[in-house]
């Protein structure tokens, strides 16, 4: 192994550390450093959309995100963060016109197609909204964001039939 990769690894090693000890700063330098010896690096670009989101920067999070899944197309945390940062900002137009491109990668992703259903319950579409959100209930029985999330579609539906204001 050359001085480059080792390099590479001791920073990404350090860069974790700082992450745990929420040292957000010295991790973002560590990852910046890797990013411009090894800018194929997945690891770096997807720690850096993490910091970014918690951090609430979500331009900065949707642009590492972006890179991530050009350097691993296959991989499908991005899309989680991504369809985090659309629900963060509201842009639940987007959320459904892109989360389902992570689900294609992974259908058994009970994450993707909550924020999926989550997306379609905001935009009123509460029949595509029921259905992925069974879908990520059938994948996770216990989760109870998706169930909290199903009983207030179908409250909202249930509103809506009878011609009710929707709480």
């Known amino acids: 192994m050359n ?19 929420k040292k957000v700063t010295e991790a973002v330098q560590e990852l910046k450093f890797i990013l411009s010896n090894d800018p194929k690096n997945f690891t770096a670009y997807f720690m850096m959309a993490q910091i970014y989101f ?13 890179q991530a899944i050009i350097v691993n197309p296959r991989d499908v945390r991005p899309w989680i963060i991504l369809g985090n940062i659309y629900i963060a900002r509201q842009q639940y137009d987007l959320a459904v016109m892109q989360l389902p491109l992570g689900i294609a990668l992974d259908a058994a992703n009970y994450q993707l197609k909550y924020l999926l259903g989550y997306s379609y319950a905001k935009k009123k579409e509460y029949e595509k909204a029921k259905e992925l959100l069974n879908k990520a209930l059938e994948i996770q029985p216990q989760n109870v964001q998706a169930q909290k999330a199903l009983e207030v ?12 204001p929707l709480q």
């Open 3 to 21: 001085e480059e990769v080792l390099a590479i690894k001791a920073s990404l090693r350090r860069a974790r550390s700082y992450v745990r000890e």
């Open 54 to 66: 918690a951090s609430k920067k979500y331009d900065s999070a949707e642009k590492f995100c972006q």
């Open 153 to 164: 579609v179908e409250k909202a539906q249930e509103q809506e039939a009878q011609g009710q």
